[in-house]
């Protein structure tokens, strides 16, 4: 994974010390709150329901076992010892102090870590594939891809107060893991008719108040254009970006309101004239990020066997491991979704004990992933009973990935001022309610997400059901959607109907599940089945 050479370090170190003097200031009143927030935001400190919550930046989900420990650290130290790990591929701490917040940037810094860009109205955190450097199935690894755009995108004079936040997604395999169609702009590293290595850009995707799918915008940058492309992109959407109106300021917006073509021609204007400046970084630069993503050591010759006798062990290899490039090797995602749990939440033992494992079994390396679980993406099969047992004694073990247990939530009006509805008693209930592993199993995939609110944030649009907290004359109200999905093929939910209580949501996702076993054929999972037979027979079911 990419270390810190010295300039990168330096650039964090002054951000704290800057920081720190900010606070400072605020807290002897030399600052107001007004002064003070952009600030704050600059830094990833958000003011909420209850307090100060520090999202911390995990560039495209990779973490190594120093970084890992140090968060379940932070847990104890500064919060109330746990972390909740987002759908951005970050770590948010929902109960910061403002006067300790400079000590814990400070102690991030000591491992390569920080906080700059996960908020505010700029290019945040780079999202990738959990398993890319580990997949079978990826052309390439995308991360010294997305590391290039983090550096590029770091303290970016021009893109530090776009019109509003900014997504972007990389990935490199033909499977989308990473909702890569639904961020502002989305790149896909490709092979072109020649053999050569290139990138496929998409742009104007996104969820929240107006959700839409990002439409192809170019098949193939070269490898050698690939900044200045990028910067075309944000060029045309920092020059004609909604700043009137926050609701209409995003990217997808204008890529709607021009027209996808209108979009392109003064993208590729804009691209034309920057080729003739000389903002690319050189290939060499590209090629010295990627000597920090070689693969590990990995031994060779190692048996493909399993010994699958435990019938506990063998549910969750089933259902939890991902196959490796590498033979003899698998790879292993830790839920973070205990039945009755809160998706996304780890403790700080749980954190301290991830990190150990990684260290012990997967040379040094996990990642977060934006369905808020771990992944171990180097893992020996002849070491995975070992892992699993550890797993299993903390609570880490749930065999639910991809399956209805395996609930994405925001954190919701328990944390979030932006909230309408809690997200996470819903998602409590509903993990019970189908927390056996034969009602799981029987359902299959079928990925359920709930936001608290409109800005979407447990990307409710893209769930084969989802749910949307609203208030409904002071009380909540949820609203229930079936069809959405993140991968490939791409598709925002549509809502079923009038919405429901916090109880009655989880009777009208039974009764859906229902209708999707009486209908189903074959290998069909929830979502073919809802798009085969349509809306109908699900609404005649919720709403008789």
């Given at each position: 994974?990419?270390?810190?050479?010295?300039?990168?370090?330096?650039?964090v170190?002054?951000?704290?010390?800057?920081?720190?003097?900010?606070?400072?200031?605020?807290?002897?009143?030399?600052?107001?709150?007004?002064?003070?927030?952009?600030?704050?935001?600059?830094?990833?400190?958000y003011?909420?329901?209850?307090?100060?919550?520090?999202r911390?930046?995990?560039?495209?989900?990779?973490?190594?076992?120093?970084?890992?420990?140090?968060?379940?650290?932070?847990?104890?130290?500064y919060?109330?010892?746990?972390?909740?790990?987002t759908?951005?591929?970050n770590?948010?701490?929902?109960?910061?102090k403002?006067?300790?917040t400079?000590?814990?940037?400070?102690?991030?810094?000591?491992?390569?870590?920080?906080?700059?860009?996960?908020?505010?109205?700029?290019?945040?955190?780079?999202?990738?594939?959990?398993?890319?450097?580990?997949?079978?199935?990826?052309?390439?690894?995308?991360?010294?891809?997305?590391?290039?755009?983090?550096?590029?995108?770091?303290?970016?004079?021009e893109?530090?107060?776009?019109?509003?936040?900014?997504?972007i997604?990389?990935?490199?395999?033909?499977?989308?893991?990473?909702?890569?169609?639904?961020?502002?702009?989305?790149?896909?590293?490709?092979?072109?008719?020649?053999?050569?290595?290139?990138?496929?850009?998409?742009?104007?995707?996104?969820?929240?108040?107006?959700?839409m799918?990002?439409?192809l915008?170019?098949?193939?940058?070269?490898?050698?254009?690939?900044?200045?492309?990028?910067?075309?992109?944000?060029?045309?959407?920092?020059r004609?970006?909604?700043?009137?109106?926050?609701y209409?300021?995003?990217?997808?917006?204008?890529?709607?309101?021009?027209?996808?073509?209108?979009?392109?021609?003064?993208?590729?204007?804009?691209?034309?004239?920057?080729?003739?400046?000389?903002?690319?970084?050189?290939?060499?630069?590209?090629?010295?990020?990627?000597?920090?993503?070689?693969?590990p050591?990995?031994?060779?010759?190692?048996?493909?066997?399993?010994?699958?006798?435990?019938?506990?062990?063998?549910?969750?290899?089933?259902?939890?491991?991902?196959?490796?490039?590498?033979?003899?090797?698998?790879?292993?995602?830790?839920?973070?979704?205990?039945?009755?749990?809160?998706?996304?939440?780890?403790?700080?033992d749980?954190?301290?004990?991830?990190?150990?494992?990684?260290k012990?079994?997967s040379?040094?390396?996990?990642?977060?992933?934006?369905?808020q679980n771990?992944?171990?993406?180097?893992?020996?099969?002849?070491?995975?009973?070992?892992?699993?047992?550890?797993?299993?004694?903390?609570?880490?073990?749930?065999?639910?990935?991809?399956?209805?247990?395996?609930?994405?939530?925001?954190?919701?009006?328990?944390?979030?001022s932006?909230?309408?509805?809690?997200?996470?008693?819903?998602?409590?209930?509903?993990?019970?309610?189908?927390?056996?592993?034969e009602?799981?199993?029987?359902?299959?995939?079928?990925?359920?997400?709930i936001?608290?609110?409109?800005?979407?944030?447990?990307?409710?649009?893209?769930?084969?059901?989802?749910?949307?907290?609203?208030?409904?004359?002071?009380l909540?109200?949820?609203?229930?959607?079936?069809?959405?999905?993140?991968?490939?093929?791409?598709?925002l939910?549509?809502?079923?109907?009038?919405?429901?209580?916090?109880?009655?949501?989880?009777?009208?996702v039974?009764?859906?599940?229902?209708?999707?076993?009486?209908?189903k054929?074959?290998?069909?999972?929830?979502?073919?089945?809802?798009?085969?037979?349509?809306?109908?027979p699900?609404?005649?079911?919720?709403?008789?």
């Open positions: 994974m990419y270390k810190y050479d010295e300039y990168d370090q330096q650039m170190d002054v951000r704290v010390e800057e920081f720190r003097d900010q606070v400072r200031r605020r807290l002897s009143g030399d600052l107001t709150e007004e002064q003070f927030r952009p600030l704050r935001l600059q830094n990833g400190l003011l909420q329901l209850h307090a100060y919550m520090l911390v930046a995990v560039p495209y989900g990779t973490l190594n076992s120093a970084q890992m420990k140090l968060l379940g650290d932070i847990a104890d130290k919060d109330r010892g746990y972390g909740h790990f759908t951005r591929q770590i948010q701490y929902n109960w910061i403002l006067d300790e400079p000590d814990i940037l400070a102690e991030l810094a000591t491992v390569e870590m920080h906080a700059i860009q996960t908020s505010g109205n700029c290019i945040r955190n780079i999202s990738s594939d959990q398993y890319a450097g580990a997949a079978a199935d990826e052309i390439i690894d995308p991360r010294p891809y997305a590391e290039l755009l983090r550096q590029w995108s770091s303290f970016h004079p893109f530090l107060v776009l019109p509003r936040k900014f997504k997604c990389v990935i490199a395999s033909e499977t989308d893991r990473a909702a890569m169609r639904l961020h502002d702009i989305g790149i896909k590293m490709v092979r072109n008719d020649a053999g050569e290595i290139g990138a496929q850009f998409y742009a104007g995707g996104g969820m929240g108040r107006t959700p799918i990002a439409p915008i170019r098949d193939f940058v070269p490898l050698n254009q690939l900044i200045t492309y990028s910067e075309a992109c944000l060029r045309v959407y920092n004609h970006g909604r700043r009137d109106n926050k209409k300021a995003r990217i997808k917006i204008l890529v709607h309101e021009l027209g996808r073509d209108e979009y392109v021609r003064q993208v590729d204007e804009e691209f034309a004239h920057l080729l003739t400046q000389p903002i690319e970084p050189p290939l060499a630069e590209l090629e010295r990020i990627k000597a920090h993503f070689t693969d050591a990995f031994e060779t010759g190692l048996s493909d066997e399993l010994d699958l006798s435990d019938r506990d062990f063998a549910l969750w290899v089933g259902r939890n491991t991902h196959a490796h490039k590498q033979a003899g090797y698998v790879i292993a995602t830790v839920s973070l979704k205990p039945v009755g749990g809160i998706p996304g939440d780890a403790s700080a749980q954190i301290r004990l991830m990190a150990q494992l990684a012990d079994y040379f040094d390396e996990l990642r977060v992933t934006h369905a771990i992944v171990l993406p180097h893992i020996r099969k002849a070491d995975l009973f070992t892992v699993w047992q550890a797993l299993e004694k903390a609570d880490l073990a749930t065999p639910n990935l991809d399956t209805i247990g395996d609930i994405i939530a925001c954190p919701g009006l328990d944390y979030c932006l909230a309408n509805a809690r997200s996470i008693p819903v998602a409590q209930k509903i993990s019970e309610r189908f927390g056996t592993a009602k799981q199993a029987e359902l299959g995939e079928l990925k359920l997400k936001s608290g609110c409109i800005n979407a944030c447990g990307h409710h649009h893209a769930g084969h059901i989802g749910i949307l907290g609203v208030d409904k004359k002071g909540e109200n949820y609203q229930l959607s079936f069809g959405g999905s993140e991968g490939a093929d791409t598709s939910a549509k809502i079923t109907g009038p919405g429901f209580t916090e109880d009655g949501v989880v009777d009208a039974e009764k859906a599940t229902q209708v999707y076993l009486a209908n054929q074959g290998e069909e999972r929830f979502l073919d089945t809802y798009r085969r037979i349509g809306m109908e699900f609404k005649e079911a919720i709403y008789g």
